[in-house]
C-alpha cells in the first residue's frame, strides 16, 4: 500500500528533526516517494563551508537515485514556516531533471499545504535535450 499525502508529511516532518543545521538553524525535513510507493527521507545538512551545504530535498533525491529509483510520485517539503517553504533554484534545477513528474507538496508543522508542479517553480527549464541539440 503506498502511503498517503498525510503519511508522507509526517515523514518529511520526522526527518526534518533529524536536520544538520548549526548555521541557519532552518531546519527542513523531505520525503520522496516513488511510482511504486517507496519512500526516501532527507533533512538539509549544512557544512562549515556554507556553499556545501546540501538541501533536504536533494539528499532524498540522491538517496533514492542511489538506490536506483527513477520514477517519483511524489515530493514532500516540510519547513516550519507560516509561508510554506518552496524548493531553492538549485532544487528545482534537480527536480526538473530527475523528478519531473512528481508533485510537489509544500507543507508546514500546522497542517497547512499546497500542491505545486516544477513546471510553474521552474519555467522554460534547461536540460539535457539542449545538449543534445548542440551542433558539434
Ligand atoms: N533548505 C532546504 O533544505 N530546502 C529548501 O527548500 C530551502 C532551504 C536549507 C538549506 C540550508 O541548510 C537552510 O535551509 C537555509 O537555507
Same mark, same amino acid.
Given at each position: 500500500? %503506498?502511503? =498517503? ?8 516532518? @520526522? @526527518?526534518?528533526?533529524? =536536520?544538520v543545521?548549526?548555521? =541557519? ?9 516513488? $511510482? *511504486? &510507493?517507496k ?7 549544512? %557544512? ?7 538541501? @533536504? ?5 540522491w538517496?533514492?537515485? =542511489? !538506490? &536506483?529509483?527513477? $520514477? ?7 519547513? $516550519? ?7 531553492c ?7 526538473? !531533471? ?8 509544500? /507543507? ?5 499545504? !499546497?500542491?505545486?508542479?516544477?513546471? $510553474?517553480?521552474?519555467?522554460? /527549464? ?6 543534445r *541539440? @548542440?551542433?558539434?
Open positions: 500500500m %503506498s502511503e =498517503s499525502e498525510n503519511q508522507l508529511i509526517e515523514q518529511a516532518t @520526522a @526527518a526534518r528533526v533529524r =536536520s543545521a548549526p548555521f =541557519s538553524k532552518f531546519l527542513v525535513g523531505a520525503a520522496l516517494q516513488t $511510482d *511504486e &510507493g519512500v526516501f527521507t532527507g533533512c538539509n545538512v549544512e %557544512s562549515a563551508s556554507y556553499g556545501l551545504t546540501v538541501c @533536504a530535498e536533494r539528499v532524498a533525491i538517496k533514492a537515485l =542511489s !538506490e &536506483g529509483e527513477r $520514477d517519483f510520485a511524489r515530493l514532500v517539503i516540510v519547513a $516550519d514556516t507560516e509561508q510554506l517553504t518552496p524548493p533554484g538549485t532544487c528545482r534545477q534537480i527536480i526538473w !531533471e530527475f523528478c519531473k513528474h512528481a508533485t510537489i507538496v509544500l /507543507a508546514n508543522l500546522h497542517g497547512q499545504k !499546497e500542491e505545486v508542479h516544477i513546471a $510553474d517553480l521552474l519555467p522554460r /527549464a534547461f536540460d539535457a535535450r539542449f545538449l *541539440e @548542440a551542433r558539434q
